[in-house]
């Protein structure tokens, strides 16, 4: 989970580093007390290049409500953000450039420094291959001084490369501590009045696999925007039962063809597939690892309650250990909750455990309470469900008119 | 002889008293594979499935021999439960547990480097070489794995029984099959495990089921354009969809797009230049290795 600027730095403080003076807005009224000489103003967004976007803006005191006001403005049109964060500016006359994150080639933590930070380091990284050093770090032994010195005289840093290394240390240390996936530092800079080295501008992201050790009050979101409503509603479901996986990735998306799909890998592949027959989705969620009966009902309750569907597709590869009976149980109890009674086609495709058990029932469940329901077996494949799954839900919507909003 | 397992290969289950710990043990041995004894801290001395529970590897060392361990120990407890099965001196540990933090993985993997200890996982759904043993939670579903000559690699658990499904349905069977595991880091890449297929005298080709997010695929198609491998090697990539969904991590938590790197298109134009047959469509995979094949046997001959 990806940090806005103001929850990051909220994190550096708390390890000691030094970040400048600042207020965060979420209105215009409470600008007034701002009295930095010369300020930067930053829109609080997820996105990167911010400064080339416009949504940094450097500004003296006198200027600084007209121009909060004109980013505000924005963020609201937008929906883009909602908060702005104003800084005193600091005078500085170089600026540096320092990550933490996981390589997967090298399949450990790496650092990347700079000595010349504030632009793209992966372009810079690309033009001056020697200005830019990736240096890869044993997460057994942790980032020593003598590492991060001999780092900086390959860089030709000529200033003192004690109190920079400590600086570099220290953020090690946040990034290691608060379980980060990245911490990124672009630039920071040396202050000589307070003579510390000082955060401009850092991107920050949580490994959502170590949340729950530690006690983190942030917003939940998804992927660049905070998460809606039923977004976060799905977190909940897979945050109150520890059996399996299910609404941990929960994507509300503006198509009619409802998903509930099982697997990881498998659910890319088959979203790849419905969406080159043309189908579009209403949502994107997957369940695994062998989730409760109650579990996958309370995700099917929550996906169907969406209005103006054509279509539901419960679709996964051939799972290796997830019990298909209870999981279309839960789905068959789900599908009984919601109301109007859906009338729109439901294509299943599973194989695994149980499988044929799980297809009687639902078989008798179909019957039963009249539900227009296609069950696929390993016969059909993946991509042949999602082209009977697009067709139907084409000619309901012929049927019924275009029910979408 | 296949790769990593085969019939003669002793098994320990760590967690073997936890809820899947206890299933897969169950189905590892209904399958033939030779599970030996199990440990959960604080539970030495009890029984499942018949087989002893142990407090600590190290103890259940002293009175067995073990090949390989596979851990089901819950995600915080994971880093442990390998550090205690590496000291003890096992050469090959598979995590089937999922969500480990990133951290841990690299501490992890980075001992397991240390001590040359073949890592599978985390987040793998197992190893099975079919019709001889199984390790982990995969082949529950016994229409899927036949045995035969291809090999499969696949992040993924569920599309590694459905590929395998595939293979079968078509009368391909495997040598072995092993899911890698979907996290940023983990222990066996594709190449690591491709390298073993190579010099694997019962596999004839490689299936790989590779996603979007990271660079294990890149690495797989430089590892095979520098002629690692000679072997056949067929691949799909799934995610086209995620390409533009910056920052999601979608399916598993390796799936994540970030800037321009780990892209469908890059994977499959890196994996293409290699000379790997790309399927565009999953079930397109058989008919790729099928021509793989054929062509492949006749080079032979």
């Known amino acids: ?405 | 002889m296949a790769i990593l397992i085969d019939e003669k290969t002793r098994i320990l289950v760590q967690g073997i008293t936890g809820k899947q710990g206890a299933i897969a043990t169950k189905e590892m041995l209904s399958y033939g594979s030779n599970v030996v004894c199990g440990v959960t801290p604080g539970k030495g001395g009890e029984y499942v499935e018949g087989l002893s529970v142990y407090n600590s590897v190290r103890e259940a060392l002293q009175l067995s021999v073990i090949d390989a361990s596979v851990v089901y120990v819950p995600p915080f407890f994971v880093k442990n439960a390998v550090f205690e099965a590496i000291d003890a001196g096992v050469k090959l540990i598979v995590i089937v547990t999922e969500c480990v933090p990133l951290h841990d993985s690299a501490k992890i993997i980075a001992y397991a480097r240390e001590h040359s200890v073949r890592l599978i996982g985390p987040s793998s759904v197992g190893i099975i070489s079919p019709g001889r043993s199984k390790v982990g939670s995969v082949g529950g579903f016994d229409r899927a794995f036949s045995p035969g000559k291809v090999g499969i690699l696949s992040k993924s658990g569920g599309m590694l029984s459905e590929t395998a499904l595939l293979l079968t349905q078509r009368g391909i069977g495997q040598s072995t099959a092993v899911g890698i595991g979907g996290d940023v880091l983990i222990g066996s890449s594709f190449s690591d495990l491709l390298s073993l297929f190579e010099k694997d005298e019962e596999t004839d080709a490689v299936v790989v089921f590779g996603e979007i997010g990271g660079s294990y695929e890149e690495e797989l198609a430089a590892f095979i354009k520098h002629k690692n491998c000679t072997k056949p090697v067929v691949a799909f990539i799934s995610g086209a969809f995620a390409d533009h969904l910056p920052s999601i991590p979608l399916g598993h938590a390796g799936a994540i797009i970030e800037g321009a790197s780990g892209t469908r298109t890059s994977k499959v134009s890196s994996l293409k230049a290699a000379g790997v047959l790309v399927a565009e469509v999953h079930h397109e995979l058989v008919d790729l290795l099928e021509k793989a094949l054929s062509s492949w046997n006749g080079k032979q001959k």
């Open chain 1, 1 to 405: 989970m990806k940090l806005k600027e103001y929850e990051a730095l909220s994190l550096l403080d708390e390890s000691g580093i030094v970040t400048p003076e600042r207020v965060l807005l979420t209105s215009l009224k409470q600008a007034a007390s701002i009295s930095f000489p010369k300020l930067v103003i930053k829109a609080q967004t997820l996105e990167k290049k911010r400064a080339k976007r416009g949504l940094v803006i450097i500004s003296s005191l006198s200027n600084a409500i007209e121009k909060i006001t004109r980013l505000l403005n924005e963020g609201m049109r937008k929906g883009s953000f909602s908060e702005v964060l104003v800084e005193a500016y600091v005078e500085h006359t170089h600026e540096y450039y320092v990550s933490f994150s996981f390589d997967t080639g090298r399949r450990s933590p790496v650092i990347i420094l700079s000595l010349e930070g504030g632009v793209d380091i992966e372009d810079l990284g690309k033009k001056n291959p020697n200005k830019v050093l990736i240096h890869t770090i044993n997460s057994l032994t942790g980032l020593t001084k003598r590492e991060i010195v001999i780092l900086l005289e390959q860089l030709r840093y000529d200033k003192d490369k004690e109190s920079l290394s400590a600086f570099i240390l220290t953020l090690y240390d946040c990034f290691e501590k608060n379980d980060l996936s990245l911490l990124e530092i672009n630039p920071f800079v040396y202050n000589p009045l307070s003579s510390s080295y000082l955060v401009l501008d850092v991107h920050m992201a949580l490994d959502d696999s170590a949340l729950s050790r530690h006690s983190f009050s942030f917003k939940e979101r998804t992927g660049l925007r905070e998460s809606n409503e039923r977004e976060r509603a799905a977190h909940e479901i897979d945050k109150n039962d520890y059996r399996g996986v299910a609404g941990r990735t929960y994507l509300d998306l503006d198509g009619d063809i409802a998903l509930l799909a099982s697997g990881g890998g498998a659910s890319l592949t088959a979203v790849d597939s419905l969406v080159s027959y043309g189908g579009k989705l209403a949502n994107y969620t997957e369940y695994s690892g062998n989730p409760s009966a109650e579990k996958v009902k309370k995700l099917t309750s929550l996906t169907l309650s969406k209005e103006g569907l054509c279509g539901c597709w419960v679709v996964g590869g051939t799972a290796n250990f997830t019990d298909i009976y209870e999981t279309l149980k839960g789905f068959s109890l789900g599908l009984l909750s919601i109301s109007p009674k859906p009338t729109y086609p439901i294509v299943v495709r599973r194989a695994g455990p149980r499988d044929k058990e799980a297809f009687a029932m639902l078989r008798q469940f179909a019957l039963a309470h009249g539900f227009d329901m296609h069950l696929h077996d390993e016969s059909i494949p993946i991509s042949y469900s999602a082209k009977i799954m697009v067709e139907l839900g084409r000619s309901y919507k012929e049927k019924h008119g275009n029910t979408h909003r």
